[in-house]
């Protein structure tokens, strides 16, 4: 059975995704950074066919590649999901250091370590620079106002993750053909509390006003990660559909949700 390599993981998607992950008998290390948290985190496994375990670590301290490899080799995950985020706590600075530069660096040592094969990184609707076709003149005008003056420094930050997410993941699959691997970016639009719908909007959605339960979000995130079949952008908010049918159909139909993202200057941006 796999191992999980869960970052962020008393955050509230974390909290909902643990058990999903160990009912399917897969093992889950969540890292966290406060030991008064541990109980909380081991009490997801009480029933549960797999077996879940604590990390200690801050991602305030991984200030490279070698530091997030460090985890890596601790852990030895084959599957890594980053749900991890400054959540508003600190300065734009810790914004920066956390959802964007531990991100990448997470990112770059998760595909720099073969036994991995997927990973998922929960980011958000409003990450992107180029209007999807889609989209409403609405629907943009919210996006352009969240990257203006809603959450400009959070924008820019996870935007910087998910290209060099995308960047990486498109490389790696030109310089590495038969490498079985996912690169998968889970993008919720506003996230609520309360118990899941089990209904949602995934793929091509059309409104990046709309909400979706943390509980949704981390159904969902267990569905894409239980698949062979799922990689690229997945923009989610809760809808009509539920959510097996919705994730068979982006999948089955190979919907990407990065519309006319212009991954070549990714990919030179970053010089790779």
Request: glycine share 8%; with cysteine.
């Amino acid at each position: 059975m796999p191992q999980v390599l869960l970052l962020g993981g008393h955050g509230k998607i974390a909290l909902h995704l643990t058990p999903l992950l160990l009912a399917r008998s897969w093992n889950v290390t969540s890292v966290i950074r406060n030991a008064e948290h541990e109980a909380d985190i081991l009490a997801l496994g009480n029933g549960k066919p797999g077996k879940v375990s604590v990390l200690l670590s801050s991602l305030d301290d991984v200030k490279s590649q070698a530091d997030a490899q460090a985890v890596l080799d601790k852990v030895k995950p084959e599957y890594v999901v980053w749900a991890a985020g400054a959540g508003g706590k600190g300065a734009p600075q810790r914004t920066y250091a956390i959802d964007q530069d531990a991100a990448k660096y997470f990112i770059a040592s998760s595909f720099a370590t073969p036994s991995v094969t997927k990973f998922l990184l929960i980011s958000h609707l409003g990450s992107r620079k180029v209007k999807p076709a889609w989209f409403s003149e609405e629907a943009w005008k919210r996006t352009q106002w969240l990257w203006a003056e809603g959450l400009p420094d959070y924008c820019k930050a996870k935007y910087e993750a998910d290209q060099y997410q995308t960047a990486l993941a498109a490389v790696t699959k030109k310089r590495e053909p038969s490498r079985k691997f996912q690169s998968i970016s889970l993008r919720p639009g506003t996230l609520i509390d309360g118990p899941a719908t089990k209904k949602i909007a995934l793929g091509h959605v059309t409104a990046v006003e709309g909400s979706v339960t943390r509980e949704d979000v981390a159904i969902v995130a267990d569905r894409l990660l239980a698949r062979d079949d799922t990689e690229g952008w997945f923009d989610l908010l809760n809808g009509d559909e539920p959510i097996d049918e919705a994730v068979e159909r982006v999948a089955s139909q190979k919907i990407d949700s990065i519309g006319d993202e212009d991954v070549d200057a990714m990919i030179k941006k970053f010089g790779l």
